[in-house]
């Protein structure tokens, strides 16, 4: 629920990353707190809603969860583009996919929203025993790009909310302060600072 008085925030946010990695795991246990442990793969993609109150702002998250298979790749653009926030998934426990998590990145890079607040999630991190990508190579990438790191694993759930919680923070900081003293055109200038711009 909105606090009085605070920022409304309307954010487009964006999953990428190959096929199993997490993505919808991620989503559904953020939006639902479910997790299925025999979940379908995405066709096209799948939509969900959540908000996030902070102290400083309310953030509305419009969640595209994209799908993985090759076959779908030419789509990706509809839902990066404009988008506030992107999250890069990948799965320690696979080594291929991180491969394929930098050719994200990089696309972003060329073709995605220059201002997005990106994370760079390695997912899984339940399956230690498998772990095939050491943290430290994510989180240099991560670094190198602009982007922050974080370990989730959507089946115990750990650090799934307080990735979100990250992105909603940021997504405020990038906001201007609200204008302080007299100023007649005050009310247009803040409906106008609510919503994040969705030009790519
Ligand atoms: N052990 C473990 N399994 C997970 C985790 N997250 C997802 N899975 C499993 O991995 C498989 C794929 O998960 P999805 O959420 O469908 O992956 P996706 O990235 O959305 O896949 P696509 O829709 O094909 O792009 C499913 O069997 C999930 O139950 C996790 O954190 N740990």
């Not at 404009?82 to 696979?94: E, K, R």
């Not at 190579?137 to 602009?146: I, K, S």
């Not at 959507?154 to 201007?176: D, G, H, Q, S």
Request: glycine share 6%.
């Amino acid at each position: 629920m909105a606090r009085p008085g605070n920022k409304i925030i309307q954010a487009k946010l964006v999953l990428l990353g190959d096929m199993g990695t997490g993505k919808t795991s991620i989503a559904l246990r953020f939006v639902k707190g479910h997790f299925f442990p025999n979940q379908e793969p995405t066709i096209g993609a799948a939509f969900f809603t959540q908000i996030l109150s902070l102290s400083e702002a309310t953030v509305k998250f419009d969640i595209w969860d994209t799908a993985g298979q090759e076959r779908y790749h030419s789509l990706a653009p509809m839902y990066y583009r404009g988008a506030a926030a992107a999250i890069v998934v990948y799965d320690i426990s696979s080594v291929d996919t991180f491969v394929r998590a930098k050719k994200w990145v990089q696309e972003l890079q060329t073709h995605g929203n220059q201002k997005s607040v990106m994370a760079l999630v390695a997912n899984k991190s339940d399956l230690e025993p498998k772990r095939e990508v050491e943290a430290e190579v994510g989180e240099q990438f991560a670094q190198e790009n602009g982007m922050f790191y974080m370990e989730t694993s959507a089946k115990t759930a750990e650090n799934i909310n307080e990735l979100f919680y990250e992105i909603a923070k940021r997504l405020a900081r990038a906001l201007p302060p609200k204008p302080t003293g007299m100023n007649l055109n005050s009310d247009i200038q803040d409906r106008g600072r609510n919503y994040f711009c969705c030009s790519a």
